[in-house]
C-alpha cells in the first residue's frame, strides 16, 4: 500500500489543526467586528462571500498544480513535478494582480452588481472591506500554490505551522486595530492583508529547499512553459469554474438573504461561520484525499485510489457526526458571542440545527467523492453536475422557497441541503463506474 495509516495520520491531523485554527480565527473575527455593530458583520459578511469566490479560484488553480506534482511524484518524476510546482506559483500570482487592481479600481460597481441597494452603513463597511483585502490576493495565490504542493508531498506539518503564523498574526492584529486603534472594519481588513503576505514569505522561502521532493531550487524562469501550464489549467480551469460559479451561486442567494433585513444577514453570517466547524473534519479529510488519490493514480494503482476514497469518506463522516451533536447542543451559547439582536439569534439557531442534521447525511458524499474523479482527470463531468446542480437547485430552490413558500432564511439554507443531494447522487453513479479511472491516460494519449 502507498499509504500507511500512519501516512494518512500524517497528512489529515495537521490539516485538521490547519482548517480549525482558519475558523477559530474567521470566527474571532466576526467576534470582534461585531463590536462595531450589526452593519459592520453585515458589510464584512458580503465581502467574504466575494473573498472567498477568489480564494476558490486561487485554490483551484493550486489543486490543479497539486494534481499534475502528485502524478508525476507517483511516477517518480522529482524534476518535472518541480517544474509544475514553479509554472502554478507564477500564474496565480500574476492572476491575483490582475484580479486585484480590477476589484480595487471598480470596487463600487460591483459592489452594488452583486448586492443591489444595501443599507448604507452596511454599504460603506464592504467597501473598506473590499479594498483593504483586495490588496492580499497575491500574497494568498502564493500561499495556496505553495501550500498545495506541500500536502502532494504528504508534508502537511508545514502547512499546519505556517498557518498557525498567519492566524496568530492575524488575531494579534485584530486585538490592537479594532479594540486599541478603533479602526472598526478596517481594523479587521488590514490584519488579514499583512498576515496572508507573511505566510506566503514564509512559505515560499521554504520551498527552497533542495532536500524536498519539489522544490524551486534552479526553477526560477520568469517564463511560462505551455505545456505544463496547459496540464494545470486542463484541471484548475474546470474546477475553478466549478467552484466559482459555486461561490457565485452562493452571492446570488445572498443577494435573496439581504431582502429579508440587517437582521437574516447577521443571522446567516454567524450560521455560515458556525457551519464552517461542522465540516471541519470532512474539508481537512477532502485536502488529504486530492493528494493522496494523485499520487495513486499517477502510479497506476486505482485500487489503492478506490480504497483510500472509501476509508477517507468513513472516517469523514464519523468525525462529522460528533461534530454535528456538539454544535447541535452549543450552538445557543456560542450565537451569544455575536452580539446579535434576538429576532438574528433566533434565525441563526435554527438554521444551524437544520444544518447539524443535514450535513451528516449528504455533505460527505456531495463534497468528498468529487475529489477523487477530479485526481484522475475526470473534471468536465464533475464541473459539469456541479453547476447544473447549483443553478438549478441552490439558486431555483432559494427563491422558491423564499418568494413562494415564504420560508424565509430556512428556506435558503434548505435549498443548499437539495442541492447536497442531487450532487451526492450523481457523483455516486459515476463513481461506482470506471470511465473516471482512465481520464487522465485519455488526457495524455
Known amino acids: 500500500m502507498l499509504y500507511s495509516n500512519k501516512d494518512l495520520k500524517k497528512l489529515i491531523v495537521p490539516l485538521i489543526i490547519e482548517q480549525t485554527l482558519a475558523i477559530a480565527v474567521g470566527m474571532a473575527d466576526t467576534i470582534m467586528v461585531s463590536a462595531a455593530g450589526e452593519a459592520a458583520v453585515s458589510g464584512v459578511s458580503l465581502v467574504d462571500t466575494v473573498n472567498i469566490l477568489l480564494i476558490n479560484v486561487f485554490s483551484a488553480l493550486a489543486t490543479g498544480g497539486a494534481v499534475v506534482a502528485g502524478h508525476y511524484l507517483g511516477q517518480k518524476h522529482k524534476e518535472e513535478a518541480s517544474k509544475v510546482a514553479w509554472q502554478i506559483l507564477m500564474f496565480a500570482a500574476s492572476l491575483a494582480l490582475a484580479i486585484s487592481v480590477i476589484f480595487i479600481a471598480f470596487h463600487d460597481t460591483l459592489l452594488r452588481l452583486m448586492f443591489g441597494q444595501i443599507e448604507t452603513t452596511v454599504m460603506e463597511a464592504a467597501k473598506t472591506y473590499l ?14 500554490s505553495c501550500a498545495a504542493v506541500f500536502r502532494a508531498m504528504n508534508n502537511a506539518r508545514v502547512t499546519m505551522w505556517v498557518s498557525l503564523l498567519i492566524n496568530a498574526v492575524n488575531l494579534v492584529g485584530n486585538a490592537v486595530c479594532i479594540y486599541g486603534l478603533k479602526w472598526g472594519v478596517a481594523g479587521a481588513a488590514v490584519p488579514t492583508t499583512v498576515s496572508r503576505y507573511v505566510g506566503a514569505i514564509v512559505i515560499l522561502v521554504m520551498m527552497f529547499n533542495p532536500a524536498r521532493d519539489i522544490n524551486f531550487c534552479g526553477q526560477v524562469r520568469f517564463r511560462f512553459n505551455p505545456v505544463l501550464i496547459k496540464r494545470i489549467l486542463y484541471i484548475a480551469v474546470p474546477n ?206
Open 240 to 445: 475553478g469554474l466549478e467552484n466559482s460559479m459555486f461561490q457565485l451561486g452562493k452571492i446570488l442567494v445572498l443577494s435573496v438573504v439581504s431582502t429579508m433585513g440587517t437582521s437574516a444577514i447577521a443571522a446567516n453570517a454567524v450560521g455560515n461561520t458556525l457551519a464552517s466547524w461542522n465540516i471541519l473534519f470532512g474539508s481537512a479529510i477532502n485536502l488529504g484525499l486530492v493528494s493522496v488519490s494523485a499520487v495513486c493514480i499517477g502510479a497506476g494503482e486505482i485500487e489503492q485510489t478506490r480504497y483510500y476514497t472509501r476509508k477517507m469518506m468513513k472516517i469523514a463522516i464519523s468525525l462529522t457526526a460528533v461534530m454535528s451533536a456538539i454544535l447541535f447542543f452549543t450552538v445557543p451559547f456560542l450565537v451569544r458571542l455575536y452580539n446579535l439582536g434576538p429576532e438574528a439569534s433566533q434565525m441563526a439557531i435554527q438554521v444551524m440545527r437544520f444544518h447539524n442534521i443535514m450535513a451528516v447525511l449528504f455533505w460527505v458524499p456531495s463534497f468528498t467523492v468529487p475529489n477523487t474523479l477530479r485526481s484522475a482527470g475526470d473534471v468536465i463531468w464533475t464541473m459539469a453536475i456541479a453547476i447544473f446542480s447549483m443553478w438549478i437547485f441552490r439558486i431555483g430552490a432559494s427563491y422558491l422557497f423564499t418568494y413562494v413558500f415564504h420560508l424565509g432564511l430556512l428556506g435558503v439554507w434548505a435549498a443548499m441541503v437539495v442541492d447536497w443531494v442531487f450532487r451526492a447522487a450523481c457523483y455516486a453513479v459515476r463513481y461506482r463506474g470506471h470511465r473516471w479511472e482512465t481520464a487522465m491516460y485519455r488526457r495524455n494519449a
Open 131 to 144: 479594498i483593504i483585502t483586495a490588496l492580499s490576493f497575491t500574497g494568498l495565490a502564493v500561499y495556496n
